[in-house]
């Protein structure tokens, strides 16, 4: 069988990675994986059961196990299942994100979670995106970026998401828990946050989300993955 095509976009929170591969994937008809979703549902659900949150072998059975799946909104966004329970709204707060980031630290939870994701890459294409898409999930992945914007601006981004959607946040705290989120992907031991030796640096601290889109599209097709 042909492999399938696949493009990573990893980088750090509120880079925009979730945005832009959903809109990427779209532009070109492929599938989707949104990988810190699934860590999220690892979080989400040990809370649910009351697992400490340092039970390693708990979170890690529970995300071998998991019941999650994904659908496509009416209005093009992401609805996320648990157990066949709507949990989109539940693990996109912030406390939920804290809870992921420390499951993901979890050597285990990681090993669990590898051939489910690997399972995505479904023919015609698969856009992938999390913090080791192109280091450790999709090494052979034909186009791999990494997206970035400055601490400050996905701090302004996170707090207007939150503020859209009619939560309370402060600008403040919102920096802070992203910087200690930043320090601890990217220095924990297993799969840190950091580029493939091989990906693309896109800087989107001040492009337009469809200026980003437009620049992910355009590096696809010098890839010779776009068939549209
Ligand atoms: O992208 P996100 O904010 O939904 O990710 C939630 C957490 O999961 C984040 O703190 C890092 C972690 N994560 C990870 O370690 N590896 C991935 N491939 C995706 C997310």
């Known amino acids: ?17 979730g945005t832009i591969a959903r809109r990427v994937a779209d532009a ?29 072998p708990g979170h890690a059975r529970l995300a071998e196990t998991l019941d999650a799946s994904f659908e496509t909104t009416a209005d093009g966004g992401e609805r996320v299942l648990l157990d066949g329970r709507d949990v989109t709204a539940a693990i996109r707060t912030e406390a939920c994100g804290g809870g992921a980031s420390r499951v993901a630290a979890m050597p285990a939870v990681r090993a669990a979670l590898l051939e489910r994701q690997r399972a995505f890459a479904r023919p015609p294409g698969l856009v992938a995106d999390g913090r080791d898409m192109g280091t450790v999930v999709f090494p052979g992945a034909a186009l791999k970026i990494f997206l970035t914007a400055s601490a400050e601006e996905r701090a302004r981004r996170r ?37 493939a030796d091989d990906a693309v640096i896109v800087d989107s601290t001040s492009m337009s989300v469809d200026a980003v889109v437009a620049r992910v599209l355009e590096l696809a097709d010098q890839a010779r993955l776009a068939a549209h």
């Open 159 to 195: 707090y207007k998401q939150l503020k859209d959607k009619g939560s309370s946040a402060s600008l403040a705290a919102l920096s802070l828990e992203i910087a200690e989120r930043d320090r601890r992907d990217a220095s924990r031991p297993i799969s840190p946050l950091r580029p």
């Open 1 to 17: 069988m042909a492999e399938v095509p696949i493009i990573t976009i990893d980088g750090p929170s509120g880079s925009g990675k």
């Open 28 to 56: 070109l008809g492929w599938h989707l994986l949104d990988s810190g979703a699934l860590y999220r549902l690892v979080a989400h659900a040990g809370h649910l059961r009351g697992l400490h949150p340092a039970d390693e």
